[in-house]
């Protein structure tokens, strides 16, 4: 399982603005991410924004712009399913990329929660719904936090 060996990051988040940036394509798992990525926040203690684009590469210039904008933290979530076509090499190459260099440019902290899988039951796997195996939303969301608190540490 990919979640296997997961560090558990457990960071005070208050004082911290984190913009989720999520995807409307596949609602039933966007909501399994976006409520997976808001409990841990409000856990946390983060001051919260979501914002919705309609895909997954639409979320590098929302990232960008709540970067902008003054987060201290962006997760992106998204969800991106293998089909006959090359255009999924291409989304989550863009996705990737895109999220990549918005957090080496800016310097905020971007949470990675797009799954890219080969089947809508591996998303599924990976939601956070009743019955699923992990929590990628709650993860990125713990990430971006623990690595922002990480950076003002510096």
Request: aromatic share 4%; net charge negative.
């Amino acid at each position: 399982m990919s979640g296997s060996g997961a560090p558990r990051t457990e960071v005070d988040g208050h004082g911290l603005r984190v913009v989720v940036v999520a995807a409307r394509w596949h609602d039933t798992v966007m909501d399994g991410l976006l409520a997976g990525a808001e409990r841990a926040l409000a856990g946390a203690g983060a001051r919260t924004q979501v914002v919705r684009v309609p895909g997954s590469f639409e979320l590098p210039v929302a990232a960008a712009a709540a970067a902008r904008a003054g987060a201290d933290a962006v997760v992106a979530l998204g969800v991106v399913v293998r089909g006959e076509t090359p255009h999924f090499d291409y989304v989550c190459q863009a996705a990737t990329s895109g999220l990549t260099d918005v957090a080496v440019s800016t310097g905020v902290p971007v949470g990675f929660g797009v799954l890219t899988v080969d089947d809508e039951a591996q998303a599924v796997a990976r939601a956070g719904l009743r019955g699923s195996r992990e929590d990628k939303g709650a993860e990125a969301a713990e990430a971006a936090i623990a690595t922002a608190v990480a950076i003002r540490a510096l």
